[in-house]
DNA sequence: TGATTGAGTAGACAGTGTCTACGAGATGCC
DNA sequence: GGCATCTCGTAGACACTGTCTACTCAATCA
């Protein structure tokens, strides 16, 4: 009987772990339609049925190269919150939502992979692992900034636009219609919208 | 085999605007991954070499119908929006929001479709003929509503509220964070949060 | 020692987009 | 009319994809 645990840290060993990490460089070096499960395993060295032993279909291996996606960027929202000591609710989620869109167009691959809809619909991901707790703390913080409004409203309609302005203006629509290639302007005009005006 | 084809002259438009249909169908139907080239064409009634002579790739037939896409949504917005007599400009764009995420929910397959960054960064979509005018039909309104702001920056904030909200909801992510199955609330919320608060 | 099992190989299969050679029917030209 | 040309679609090849299955081969175990 298999332990169907996934051998935690060890990355250096395991196929596993390695067609992950060949998949998130290829990702980020060359983009998602890159990905070909026969490209992951030629990189990782071995032959093109190998991967199938452990991620029994090409979704399910996307999926763990994806999870890697949300573990990073709710790392960098953590620290981007910070212990929120130091500044306020207001500025926390400022820094919040640069991080998001600097992760979204750093990471274009990525984060195109992180949100592609058969990925999402799958099961796969494990959202409710990675991107509710991060909503909830967006959740969290509106509600400090806006005491007054449905909390879970106005963030969900906070996240929905910095998605947004991810995605248009990582394909540079948004450049194009605003006249500006600095897009912190626009995030200022996001953020001034969903959590009222203020100097940050 | 016999050539017993379709009684043909159903359609005076020939071949290329029959793919064309065809793809338009199939989309509404069975969404963005049954696109295949060759199935087009086997619904089309003819060989799978026989598109190549109207749309040389098949990105160019994808983007032939993500256009036709494009321009229902425009003749959407155009009807929602109206002659804007009757009703004020917040209204106007509360409708035009309205009409986008409705065609949006309503056409996901044809919607997924049209914002495929590798179509659109291709430049076969001509956005500029489409997408454009209606930005600008946007700008205005904005502009009527808010005259303090920098129209274009809050068109573009907004417009990447609409078109992330239709994404993260099309998949049901919304669903979940906001916790209700209409979007009818986040709506006004979004359209509250860049316009200013007023009863509709 | 010998059987068993885990892990990866290698080949087949149906499907895809692209490319190329070919054919049949209409059109034009002398 | 006869003949060449041109249009438009056919049919097969090619390299590639994801999936499936039979197989090797070393390590482990009783």
């Known amino acids: 009987m298999p332990s169907d645990q996934q051998p935690a840290h060890e990355s250096d ?17 060359e983009g998602a339609p890159a990905l070909t499960l026969r490209e992951i ?4 060295g071995v032959s093109h049925g190998a991967p199938r032993r452990y991620f029994p279909t090409h979704l399910e291996l996307l999926s763990a190269i994806a999870r890697r996606g949300f573990e990073e960027l709710a790392h960098r929202a953590t620290v981007a919150v910070g212990d929120g ?45 990675t991107s509710l707790p991060l909503f909830g703390r967006l959740v969290d913080l509106v509600g400090q900034v806006r005491p007054d409004a449905d909390a879970r409203l106005v963030a969900g ?22 006249g500006t290639d600095d897009f912190e302007p626009l995030l200022r005009s996001v953020l001034d919208a969903h959590l009222g005006q203020e100097g940050e």
């Open 13 to 29: 060993s395991g196929l596993r772990s390695r067609l992950i990490d060949v998949g998130v460089d290829l990702v980020t070096r």
């Open 41 to 44: 395993a030629r990189r990782a």
């Open 85 to 129: 000591k130091a500044v306020g609710p207001r500025a926390q989620l400022a820094a919040l939502g640069r991080g998001y869109l600097e992760f979204a167009l750093g990471n274009r691959g990525m984060y195109e992979l992180m949100f592609r809809h058969d990925l999402l619909e799958s099961g796969h991901l494990g959202l409710r692992d």
């Open 157 to 178: 309609a906070l996240w929905a636009n910095l998605h947004g302005v991810a995605q248009l203006w990582g394909w540079g629509s948004l450049q194009l219609a605003t």
